[in-house]
């Protein structure tokens, strides 16, 4: 479940992520001593859940619109952008009864040999950034905006069979990415729009770190009366 809200003054994303039963495939891409070829090995066990929320605010409100590129319910016929500046939550948890990471595509030294079972981050972040909308004959944009966010979180490692936990705090360095395209008019719209977002957490072993992204893309057309 994904909900991007655009007010004049603000842009919200909520994220909620719940996805259960994985596969591991062509692991010798990540591993250097990985199954050979194409192997596949299928992980109904591990259960996956992510929940974020990320706010900005539009400074330059009276002259750039979100509004206009991602919902058409506004319209913006000269080019113009905008500083953002917010803070943003993530939390996420992985889980599976026997190792996340198969000892068979471990390389060595890999999180010091742990046979983690269980993995999960909380993060906070403040961010900054800028939007532009590029206007084009009146009625063609190109809208992108980039928000960087720098934070702190706490991660942990959790194993089976009563082994205790490995947790630290570590640095969170995230970053969200928008792209509008299309043409839009009173009447009428047609383009298309992305969003992407990427976080990267440090976790309890020295020198490792974790990620999971989230997004969406929809393009659309509409038509109405003035």
Same mark, same amino acid.
């Given at each position: 479940m994904q909900t991007h809200l655009y007010t004049r003054k603000l842009v919200v994303d909520f994220y909620g992520q719940y996805y259960q039963g994985y596969y591991s495939s062509t692991t010798k891409r990540f591993f250097d001593n990985a199954i050979s070829g194409d192997a596949e090995t299928i992980r109904p066990d591990i259960i996956n859940t992510n929940v974020g929320l990320h706010a900005q605010?539009?400074?330059?409100d009276e002259r750039f619109?979100?509004?206009? !590129?991602?919902?058409?319910?506004?319209?913006?016929k000269k080019s113009a952008g905008s500083p953002l500046v917010g803070a943003e939550i993530y939390a996420w948890q992985m889980r599976g009864d026997s190792a996340l990471v198969p000892a068979e595509v471990r390389a060595d030294g890999f999180y010091e040999g742990m046979?983690?079972?269980r993995s999960s981050n909380i993060s906070l972040a403040l961010n900054a950034g800028y939007a532009y909308t590029l206007v084009i004959a009146k009625h063609f944009f190109i809208t992108g905006s980039? !928000?960087?966010a720098v934070g702190a979180n706490r991660s942990v490692l959790g194993f089976n069979h009563d082994e205790g936990k490995e947790h630290g705090i570590g640095w969170q360095l995230n970053s969200t990415f928008r792209f509008a395209a299309g043409y839009n008019s009173h009447k009428y719209y047609v383009g298309v729009h992305y969003?992407?977002?990427s976080t990267r957490g440090g976790s309890p072993m020295p020198k490792t770190w974790q990620t999971f992204g989230a997004g969406t893309y929809a393009s659309a057309s509409c038509a109405g009366s003035h």
């Open positions: 605010y539009i400074f330059n619109s979100y509004r206009a !590129a991602f919902l058409q319910n506004e319209y913006q046979p983690f079972t980039l !928000a960087l969003v992407d977002i």
